[in-house]
């Protein structure tokens, strides 16, 4: 029952970054380690930092996550911006040629406009079930330094 405990502990007690935390920072496009504005080279719009300069955690991973962020992404467009323009032109809103024009510029600006909160919000659905994979919760191993330098 030891161990079992410690598992708990680790999952909803001891987390040094919480779930909350986690999501917070998901959605505002930050680190879900560190929390700095570090996912995006300065400067770009559209270019990933390989791993965060404050704190070191990977961000560019292998290319299922770019694939995974590319879903949402395409997902949020299609539930989000396609089906409303679509909806309204069936029920006689707005008239189908609008309709068609808003679907093709949406088509091709709201995967550009959302591309970083989905980079941001795949990393974050991540951790949002693995929290105690980030670096910050992770238990100290034998030889790691403590924090005020000691080993
Ligand atoms: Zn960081």
Known sequence: MPALRRMVERLFVLMKVTRGQ???RGLSNRCPNCGGHTLFKPGTLFELNPECPRCGLKIERDEGFFLGSMSLNYGVTLVGFLTPVMLLA????IP???AVILAG??????PA?????SRSWWLMNYYVFLPQHLPANRDPQPGDATEDGNV
């Open 22 to 24: 986690i999501i917070a």
């Open 90 to 93: 069936w029920s006689g809103v």
């Open 96 to 98: 189908v040629v609008t």
């Open 105 to 110: 510029a949406g088509a091709i600006l709201m």
């Open 113 to 117: 406009l959302f591309y970083r909160s």
